[in-house]
């Protein structure tokens, strides 16, 4: 991902350890999507992708943290959101990204759907590592 250029504003780290903190992150995205002046279906984008992404972060990577930045490069405001987690790995990234792949009893839409959903899509995972995955939505003019 090139960050030549962009300015992080500000960050912030929520933990995603229950149902609970995916709801609150779910507002947090929706509340900083709104104060960057997304439209509504980039708002809508952006936190269907993080919903999608906090849950995997939850269910297959054991819990974790969404650390979120709003950027700005030149006049382009943003939102990036990194999902980390220390589970198992995800073995084969481009079989993952492939809608209908599951690992357990999902729909296979989580991590494609996520890219689809956002305008920038980083994956660093290996097997017994963990996985962090990073998506960044800028505000369309």
């Known amino acids: 991902m090139d960050l030549t250029g962009v300015t992080v504003l500000s960050a912030m ?3 995603l350890r229950s149902d609970q903190e995916i709801v ?6 929706r509340d900083q999507a709104i104060a960057q002046g997304f439209s ?6 952006f936190v269907t992708a993080a919903s999608e992404l906090a849950r995997n972060t939850l269910i297959y990577g054991g819990g974790g943290d ?7 490069n030149g006049a382009r405001k943003g939102l990036r959101i990194s ?3 220390q589970g198992a790995g995800i ?3 481009e079989r993952a990204l492939r809608d209908g792949f599951t690992s357990g009893s999902g729909l296979g839409l989580g991590l494609g759907g996520a890219r689809r959903l956002s305008d920038e899509f980083d994956i660093q995972s290996a097997p017994g590592k963990g996985t962090t995955v990073t998506i960044t939505k800028w505000k369309h003019r």
Not at 66 to 72: F, G
């Open 66 to 72: 969404a650390q979120l930045s709003v950027l700005m």
């Open 40 to 45: 509504l279906v980039d708002q809508t984008k």
């Open 83 to 85: 999902f980390i987690d």
């Open 13 to 15: 780290e929520v933990g």
């Open 91 to 93: 073995p084969d990234i």
């Open 24 to 29: 609150r992150l779910r507002q947090i995205v």
